[in-house]
């Protein structure tokens, strides 16, 4: 049966609404339908899965969610070749062959220095054991960019997502006490199995509204001038509008905007754009494109 | 906002769900039982959010995504989308719908019915003598009458080669690193002197494949064969995806994932796109670029395309969008049926603008020079 993750009573989320200005108080300006999927996610104990582009906050929500949560994030990176030494378990060799060492002279049989040195100090955990022995309270667990992990990396993952256990063959199986919040991101460079979406709630995250991205302007960089944060907004939305290969996401956003305020700029003019391009267009190829579009036509 | 008032009675929610499943999610029974206690959990909520919730609980894809509002307006007769910002873009048309074109009468000939088949078959060519001049022969100039002897030959011969390529990879398999963990295991009963070393291997990673074939005019006696031996690949690699193109792409590696090639053929014929019209690779790689190319391109995936390089498109726009698949791919393998032709010289202007960001040029004219190409795989 579904076992749920356990907030500390003190810390539970009534209702989406509060949800929505936990997050902004924390500086996260999030939508009614993220809202409502991270609120389910404390409620029904399901993971979440998040698709969308770079750099629009993904990852940021598991980091907000506990926050509010205040409880620990436990954070696994994905990448290709990312095997279960690195994400679940490895033994801590340097120590074992010393204490094998050790042992030498020690009157004992074979399988009870063997039971010692596969004890639990000998364990290095890695993220996924980490979330599942968390002692006091259900954890954030935060999978990024699953999409990098290969299929059999999923597999695995499925299998932990459905019980919350871990079976090392030399301790036996390990169940969560506090069965932990589960955020995935994906930046869909590849089709994820049906298998691990079907486990998922989902989330697309889009690029904001103009006025959900002034707010978040806003919000994350207080001291900027409404004039040049609204310029900032509105030359971004207009470079989406081109066909980069990379557009540029909120991250984006924010950072050609704290690089206008460094520079002392109080309106984004022709200038202003060229000096800040690189935190706009991330490729020569792009920068061409952002040229030729004419930068003068979009500022305007 | 035209808010939509819900019912939701358990009854009205598992309807609901069905009618979801019926218009294109696949959302199962799991996701209904999800439903149904988000409407025990979110008793109080306002409409717009119960909405909200349960498209998070019922879809899984961006695409699922989108349909989503159109399925909830259709059953609750009101717009989730309120604020109208969530759905703005990306009403792209999809890759290439199923366009009914003129079905290539070729191709129905070479899938051809049993009945011809066995009537066929007592005139084939025989004998090895027989055999090998047909694997040399170029497939342009095959006559008519040998043409099932000569998809006999090629289906075995792409058969061996995906079996040697995979047997390849075995012997390549040697100890590489020492296995830790499983050294120390055994070194236990020496007393941790680590006598009897465990090794561990890298598993063999099978490389990706992205094949690009251009099925226009001037390919028209080639494309074919081509399409059989992207088939046999299939076998070797972990993933292959397979698309065809002229002046627009149509994927087909759906159609080649079944056990029989002829049922593959005939589905072919009903989805290709612009078959023996002209060709347009630039705008085609252009299209693939835009679309699919973040989700298939990594570092371990070969790109082929299988094309003569007459292109009528643009060959500035070629060159840009081949050295974007470089950048994203590992090797981009151009094969070019006029390669076997003596006389023949890359210089039509799509080839001497696509050379310079090729890393493998070679021939593919007959059986020999595809199955040939297994040492650059």
């Known amino acids: 049966m579904p076992i749920s993750p356990t907030p500390p009573p003190d810390k539970q989320i009534k209702d989406v609404d509060e949800l929505v200005l936990r997050f902004e108080q924390l500086g996260y300006v999030t939508d009614r339908a993220l809202a409502t999927a991270v609120f389910l996610v404390t409620r029904l104990g399901k993971s979440l899965l998040i698709e969308g582009h770079a750099g629009l906050g993904k990852t940021e929500v598991a980091k907000v969610l506990a926050a509010v949560l205040g409880t620990r994030l436990i954070r696994l990176q994905c990448y290709e070749g990312l095997d279960v030494n690195s994400a679940v378990y490895e033994w801590n060799y340097q120590k074992q062959l010393l204490a094998i060492k050790i042992e030498e002279k020690v009157e004992r049989t074979v399988e009870e220095k063997e039971k010692h040195i596969f004890g639990k100090e000998f364990l290095l955990q890695r993220p996924l054991l980490q979330s599942i022995l968390v002692e006091d309270a259900s954890p954030v667990l935060l999978i990024d960019e699953i999409d990098r992990a290969d299929e059999a990396f999923e597999a695995f993952l499925l299998e932990l997502l459905s019980d919350f256990q871990i079976t090392v063959p030399e301790m036996g199986t390990i169940k969560a006490k506090h069965v932990p919040y589960v955020i995935l991101t994906s930046n869909r460079t590849r089709e994820l199995s049906d298998a691990l979406k079907r486990r998922c709630l989902y989330h697309w995250i889009d690029y904001p509204s103009y006025e959900k991205e002034m707010k978040i302007v806003r919000t994350r960089l207080p001291g900027i001038e409404e004039e040049l944060g609204g310029q900032v907004v509105h030359f971004i939305q207009a470079v989406r509008q081109l066909d980069l290969a990379k557009s540029p996401g909120v991250t984006e956003t924010l950072d050609c905007a704290q690089s206008a305020m460094a520079l002392g700029k109080h309106c984004l003019d022709v200038q202003a754009v060229e000096e800040t391009i690189g935190c706009v267009a991330k490729s020569m190829e792009d920068t061409a494109k952002l040229r030729a579009a004419g930068i003068e036509k979009m500022l305007s | ?377």
């Not at chain 2, 769900?17 to 294109?24: K, N, T, Y």
């Not at chain 2, 090797?331 to 039509?348: C, Q």
Request: with cysteine.
């Open chain 2, 1 to 377: 906002m035209p808010q939509a008032e819900i019912n939701r009675s358990a009854a009205a929610i598992t309807e609901f769900c069905r009618f979801a499943r019926e218009s294109g999610l696949t959302n199962g029974v799991q996701q209904t039982l999800a439903a149904l206690e988000v409407a025990r959990t979110m008793e109080c909520s306002d409409s717009q959010t119960f909405a909200l919730a349960l498209r998070a609980v019922l879809t899984s894809s961006k695409q699922e995504w989108d349909l989503f509002d159109r399925i909830f307006e259709l059953f609750w007769g009101a717009s989730l989308n309120a604020s109208g910002h969530d759905s703005k873009d990306d009403e792209e048309p999809r890759f290439s719908a199923h366009r009914p074109t003129a079905s290539p009468q070729a191709l129905m000939a070479f899938s051809g019915s049993d009945s011809a088949e066995a009537e066929r078959e007592g005139k084939a060519v025989s004998g090895a003598s027989a055999q090998q001049r047909l694997q040399k022969v170029d497939l342009a100039d095959v006559p008519q009458e040998d043409l099932l002897a000569l998809e006999q030959i090629s289906m075995r011969l792409f058969r061996k080669m995906s079996q040697r390529l995979s047997r390849r990879r075995r012997i390549r398999n040697f100890a590489e690193h020492i296995d830790v963990r499983r050294t120390i295991r055994r070194s236990i009963s020496h007393g941790g002197d680590p006598i009897v070393l465990a090794f561990r291997s890298r598993k063999p990673r099978k490389h990706k494949l992205v094949i690009f074939l251009d099925v226009s005019g001037s390919m028209n006696s080639y494309s074919l064969f081509l399409v059989r031996f992207a088939y046999a690949l299939q076998k070797s690699f972990k993933h292959v995806n397979t698309f065809l193109f002229s002046t627009n792409v149509v994927e087909i590696t759906d159609l080649l994932h079944t056990r029989e090639l002829p049922e593959a053929l005939r589905g072919l014929s009903e989805r290709a796109a612009g078959w023996a019209g002209g060709t347009k690779i630039g705008d085609s790689l252009r299209d693939f670029n835009r679309r699919q190319a973040r989700k298939l391109l990594s570092n371990n995936t070969m790109f082929i395309i299988l094309s003569d390089g007459w292109d009528t498109g643009e060959p500035e726009m070629l060159a840009a969008e081949l050295r974007d698949i470089r950048r994203r791919a590992r090797e981009i393998i151009w094969l070019n049926p006029l390669l076997g032709l003596e006389e023949y010289a890359p210089v039509t202007r799509g080839m001497s603008a696509a050379l310079p960001h090729v890393d493998v040029f070679a021939p593919a004219h007959n059986l020999e020079s595809l199955v040939a190409l297994e040492r650059y795989l």
